[in-house]
């Protein structure tokens, strides 16, 4: 059974920090590549990172480069987020998903509540 867990999520000031981790069993994660995506409420979900399966190659969304840090551990077969200097408007739900172009598949987590504010 495949699955994908986030957890890390929570309430945090501006300006803190937090990591998200997304646990994965049921599939061969070393062969995923990974990405965590956010939706705030009243919006559509937008694309944070990607880290690919080979060479560990990482992607941002503008709105968190130079913020955001995501890894994977393949040993543990676990992806992270770790998010610093969170403003307001980072305030969504996160998720972590699962996917590979060949064969064409996915899998998607059932997201982690993230709230910044004061």
């Known amino acids: 059974q495949v699955q994908l867990v986030e957890s890390g999520g929570g309430l945090v000031q501006p300006g803190g920090s937090l990591r998200l981790s997304c646990a994965a069993s049921g599939f061969t994660f070393s062969t995923y590549h990974m990405s965590w995506y956010r939706q705030a409420p009243g919006k559509e979900r937008e694309l944070v990172a990607v880290i690919l399966s080979v060479g560990s190659v990482t992607n941002y969304a503008d709105s968190v480069k130079g913020r955001f840090t995501i890894s994977r551990d393949k040993a543990k077969n676990t992806m992270y987020l770790q998010m610093n200097s969170l403003k307001p408007e980072d305030t969504a739900v996160y998720y972590c998903?699962?996917?590979?172009?060949?064969?064409?598949?996915?899998?998607w987590g059932q997201g982690t509540q993230v709230t910044v504010s004061s």
């Open positions: 998903k699962a996917w590979r172009s060949m064969p064409r598949n996915e899998y």
